[in-house]
């Protein structure tokens, strides 16, 4: 085969095969923010930026872990990096026979913690976070979800922290998200890592 000949078949043939992958791959969810209607495992990342990976243990109960450069919770000056590990549990998980749920519920327990690279004296190394999240599909292509997962840090370095900060962990958070196909979901909304919007890739 001739150079010109396989430069084209790549140059045509990849962008084909990654469109027949994201068409053919299973469900996505936007934002690294932890959903109560997550049933399997699953890769995230989020423009905070953030990235989040979270394992499936048992049947509706996941295992994950994320870290971020929050600029939008810590503001741009700062630079400084959130992560946390957290274990979610469904304790409700409502069927329709047309679609998979209506309301879910979750419990969420994790440990958090923010540092600071500017200056580590202000940086608040370990906390807890433990909570709900909640999610209702109105259908096909409509979800709500909210994180009501406060955080208390154990450590901190500064008094003068802004309190609220230490009280929004990256497990909380609020989203609509739009379902565009079976394989990819849009988001508005806000969590503990800065993001706004991200992609979820189902594993």
Request: aromatic share 12%; glycine share 10%.
């Amino acid at each position: 085969m001739k150079k010109s000949t396989l430069k084209k078949a790549v140059l045509f043939g990849l962008p084909t095969l990654l469109t027949t992958a994201l068409l053919s791959a299973k469900p996505v969810e936007a934002s690294s923010m932890p959903k109560a209607d997550a049933n399997r495992s699953s890769f995230a990342f989020g423009i905070g930026p953030s990235a989040a990976l979270d394992l499936e243990l048992f049947p509706r109960t996941t295992l994950g872990v994320s870290a971020g450069l929050p600029f939008l919770v810590n503001g741009w000056t700062d630079l400084s990096s959130r992560y946390d590990v957290r274990l979610m549990t469904n304790l409700f998980h409502e069927h329709h026979y047309y679609h998979d749920g209506g309301f879910s519920l979750s419990l969420i327990l994790g440990v958090w913690g923010d540092a600071n690279f500017r200056d580590l004296t202000v940086s608040r190394w370990l906390g807890i976070e433990i909570g709900v999240a909640m999610a209702y599909r109105f259908n096909e292509h409509l979800t709500a979800r909210l994180n009501l997962v406060p955080g208390y840090n154990f450590f901190n370095g500064n008094l003068n922290q802004l309190v609220f900060q230490n009280f929004f962990p990256p497990a909380a958070g609020a989203e609509v998200a739009w379902h565009i196909s079976p394989n990819l979901e849009a988001t508005l909304g806000y969590n503990g890592q800065g993001d706004i919007l991200g992609f979820r890739f189902r594993i």
